[in-house]
Every structure is written in C-alpha cells, then in structure tokens.
C-alpha cells in the first residue's frame, strides 16, 4: 500500500485554466504538506495543515488554495494557472511534533505540472 | 530568516567515500534530516541528527555540530545507485508546536562513476 500518494502523476494544461491535484495518506499523520520543486530542483514549503487547521502559508500567490477536508487528505487547488507555475508538486506528511523526535517526512511520488 | 547551502554538485568513484556538507543558519534549530531523491523520483529519508556527533546507518553517516551551524553526509563504499541529489533540511521549531517546518536546501547531485 501506497503511504502517501498523488493524484495524478503528470498534469499538461493551458494557461488560464484552474486545476486540482489530491493527496492522501495512510499514515494515521497528523501533519501534512505541499513542497513545490522548481527546474534548478528547490524544494521549497507552500503549505502545511495539522489536523485539518492551516499552519503554514507561505508567500505564495492567492490562486493557490489548499483544502484539507480531513486529516488524512490535503488537495490543492489552482486557478487561472501561469506558464511560471509549472514544477513539480509534493505532498508530504508527518507525525506531530515533539522536541527532538524524529520526525522525518513522507513525501508522495509527486505531480509533474506543465503549463503550455 | 533561514538558510541553508550546499554544493551543488560532486562526482565520486565507485567504491570510494564521499563527504557531502551542509551548512546553516536558523533561528529555531530542531533537527537536522537528509533526503536522496534520484531523478524523476520523491525524496526519501536517510537519516536524522538533533545532537551534536555522529549517526550511523549502514552505509550512511550523518554528522552534526550545533554550535558551528554544520553537517555532513558521509557515503561509503558508493555504488552506481548512490548517484542522486542529496537535500539537506533543516526543521525549525518556530512556526508554533503543532507542526515541523523542514527547510530544504537546494540539494547536492552526486554523479558515481565506474
């Protein structure tokens, strides 16, 4: 069984067009996320829930908007997409935190976004 | 604010050892990760550190000093299959108690050649 997985796996669009990529995990996490990887390859955060409740949101424009209907899913919503949008997008997820524990991140096989 | 740098890329032989550094700079330190991603694919976790010293894993160490801001990844034995990009990331504690914020730097890729 899959822990984290994204739906779908390669995502070809035209600009202007608003498009959603889902995510779920199977972990029993409490925390998860969405990374957007660039061409030079940085993997840098957008946004992360913790039990449905938005924790991080980075400067990322307003046409994105993540939805976390239960802690368990976390999808993300695009609109009026740019060609600057194309990348590669990861969910991920976590446990909750604790001092010093390891925490390590489980991370979706990814959504390879082109935007033509 | 964060920050984090690593090479950009190193090649290696295989069968030999290969140091790969990373270096930071964080406000709320809690945890040091490295992730191997290898093209096309998701990263996956290698190892953790959150006190200074060395950790061990097989093949695999990971080191950390605090109070320098650095770590390093150490790989031995390197086989063709090690050639990837290697991410450094750094969990800061202060975006509240509820979640981890892992900061990624921009990654390492590691050519093995025969």
């Known amino acids: 069984d899959t822990a984290v997985s994204q739906t779908p796996k390669y995502l070809v669009t035209q600009m202007g067009n608003d498009k959603s990529i889902k995510c779920e995990q199977n972990?029993?996490?409490?925390?998860m996320y969405w990374y957007k990887q660039d061409s030079k390859k940085f993997l840098k955060i957008m946004f992360s829930?913790?039990?449905?409740?938005?924790?991080i949101n980075e400067t990322v424009p307003n046409r994105f908007s993540p939805k976390s209907p239960d802690k368990a899913h976390l999808n993300l919503h695009i609109n009026s997409l740019e060609l600057g949008d194309s990348a590669v997008y990861f969910c991920?997820?976590?446990?909750?935190?604790?001092?010093?524990?390891?925490?390590?991140?489980?991370f979706g096989q990814g959504t390879r976004l082109t935007v033509v | 604010g964060q920050n984090i740098d690593q090479p950009t890329e190193m090649t290696a032989t295989e069968g030999a050892i290969v140091q790969i550094n990373c270096t930071y700079q964080t406000s709320g330190f809690n945890g040091l990760f490295w992730y191997q991603q290898h093209a096309g694919e998701a990263p996956t976790f290698l190892s953790y550190?959150?006190?200074?010293g060395l950790e061990e894993k097989g093949r695999f160490s990971s080191f950390l000093s605090r109070s320098k801001g650095y770590s390093y990844l150490l790989l031995k034995e390197l086989q063709m299959k090690d050639s990837a990009s290697y991410l450094c990331?750094?969990?800061?504690?202060?975006?509240?108690?509820?979640?981890?914020?892992?900061?990624f730097g921009t990654g390492t890729l590691l050519a093995v050649q025969p």
């Open positions: 972990l029993g996490h409490d925390t």
């Open positions: 550190n959150v006190l200074d």
């Open positions: 990331a750094v969990r800061d504690r202060n975006y509240g108690g509820a979640t981890n914020k892992l900061i």
């Open positions: 991920a997820s976590t446990t909750g935190t604790a001092f010093r524990e390891n925490t390590e991140a489980f």
């Open positions: 829930y913790n039990n449905k409740e938005l924790i």
